[in-house]
């Protein structure tokens, strides 16, 4: 199973972008996905997750601003990000769980992207 994130890139306060991330293979209806975030030096951080039921679950930094989704018949789960600001500046990684759930903690998921830089200018 292989992970393609895409989406990433040097945005201004305020703006907006679209993550996404493409997962091969025929069983990523299954899977639980998430987003998670990382700054140098720091731990990588739960952002949002989505079960395979489609049930949503947000980290509290981000309810209101970040929208996680997903399309089955593409094999890929979104990040809408909108409102960024400049403490969101990360590299951004989605993540699968093969149990088709969604946990907080990252040494559940089974696989994870490469990751896409999100950048966000004051």
């Known amino acids: 199973v292989q992970l393609q994130a895409s989406g990433g890139g040097l945005v201004q306060a305020g703006g907006s972008l679209r993550l996404s991330c493409t997962v091969s293979?025929?069983?990523?209806?299954?899977?639980?996905m998430a987003w998670f975030r990382q700054v140098p030096g720091k731990e990588r951080e739960f952002v949002a997750g989505i079960t395979h039921w489609g049930i949503t679950d947000y980290a509290d930094f981000v309810k209101g601003r970040f929208t996680i989704s997903r399309d089955n018949a593409k094999n890929t789960v979104y990040l809408q990000v909108n409102k960024l600001k400049p403490e969101d500046t990360a590299v951004y990684y989605c993540a699968a769980d093969v149990s088709g759930g969604t946990h907080s903690v990252e040494k559940n998921y089974h696989y994870w992207g490469q990751g896409t830089l999100v950048t966000v200018s004051s």
């Open positions: 293979g025929r069983t990523f209806s299954r899977y639980g």
